[in-house]
């Protein structure tokens, strides 16, 4: 049996005004203030889209991110108008920073492997002395990426996006506030669910001139969560952290000789390992959520998703 996937979407939508196939997403513009944004099920990992879809992810993430905006829409306003579909946002057009606030409170994958290679400075921000992989830090720090549209996210420090006028000092100071907020909501959830929010990153636009909040926020590929029992027993034997996020996917493309480098082939994915990256994905939707996850009926899903969109487009 073939294991079904979405795997990409090509629709024509009325007033539709440009279309936009991200490393994950399909995204429609309709008119000059409406996005529709299709969760697909495709994987990226180092910024490359891998071969093979992983079957419910792109409903993982759709309906882990309407939860969690719906949740923090007293912190800051988002983009988020409706979600029609299992795999749909429809949303408000946003003029994005060209920034991700990436917030960081311990000491884990990028950061880690920064550390470990000698380096006591990430993005501009000082790192103490005597550190361990998966420790937490003093206090949350931001360790912000240019926002590339293709190729890799480069680190960038505060001082460099100000001075290089990427984002105003009022604006960008704004949006260092509004990410320590949602972040401390973030691990206020995530410890009720008996987890802990380590990293993650957010996404922000104007709209009307206002700061808005956009795109996906708490999912497991833009944050990363480890258990919360047993932590300190792990950190404390040395022990590696049992964790929830798309970090498995990553360790196990370094252990085939991938990262994303020049000259590098994507290794093979087999069908039981790319129904274990599914099985892992609904397990963290499940706990991060507190829901029974729901699977989506793949038999006409191209349609029912046009459908959807198209009947709710009606409304707006």
């Known amino acids: ?9 090509n629709f024509k939508f009325d007033n539709q005004t440009a279309y936009y196939k991200g490393k994950v997403r399909d995204v429609y513009t309709i008119g000059d203030s409406l996005l529709v944004m299709i969760a697909s099920d495709r994987i990226s990992a180092f910024d490359v889209v891998l071969p093979r879809g992983i079957p ?15 949740a923090t829409k007293d912190i800051i306003p988002n983009w988020l108008i409706s979600t029609p579909h299992s795999h749909v946002s429809i949303g408000r ?26 380096l006591r400075e990430l993005c501009g921000v000082k790192l103490a002395e005597g550190l361990k992989e998966s420790d937490k830090l003093p206090q949350p720090i931001i360790t912000p990426t240019t926002k590339a549209s293709e190729g890799h996210d480069e680190d960038i420090s505060r001082e460099e996006i100000i001075k290089q006028g990427i984002v105003s000092k009022e604006h960008y100071e704004q949006l260092e506030k509004y990410t320590l907020a949602l972040y401390a909501r973030g691990q206020e959830i995530a410890n009720k669910m008996g987890l802990i929010l380590v990293d993650t990153k957010y996404e922000f636009g104007l709209f009307d001139g206002k700061i808005y909040l956009m795109d996906e926020i708490h999912t497991p590929d833009s944050s990363r969560y480890f258990y919360l029992e047993g932590y300190e027993a792990r950190q404390k034997n040395g022990e590696e952290q049992k964790q929830l996020s798309k970090e498995f996917v990553r360790r196990w493309l370094i252990e085939n000789g991938f990262q994303g480098k ?36 793949y038999d006409n899903i191209l349609a029912d ?3 959807s969109i198209k009947n709710e487009l009606k409304k707006l």
């Open 262 to 297: 020049e000259g590098q082939t994507v290794p093979v994915m087999n069908d039981e390992w790319v129904e274990e990256i599914s099985n892992r994905y609904i397990e963290l939707y499940e706990k991060v959520t507190g829901k029974t996850f729901v699977k989506a009926n």
């Open 305 to 307: 998703i046009e459908n």
């Open 93 to 118: 057009m946003c003029q994005p920073f060209k920034v991700e606030m990436v917030v960081r409170g311990y000491l884990s994958g990028h950061a880690a492997r920064t550390y470990a290679s000698g």
């Open 56 to 70: 419910y992810k792109g409903q993982v993430l759709n309906q882990i991110a309407e939860q969690f905006l719906n």
């Open 1 to 9: 049996m073939s294991i079904k996937t979405l795997d990409y979407t």
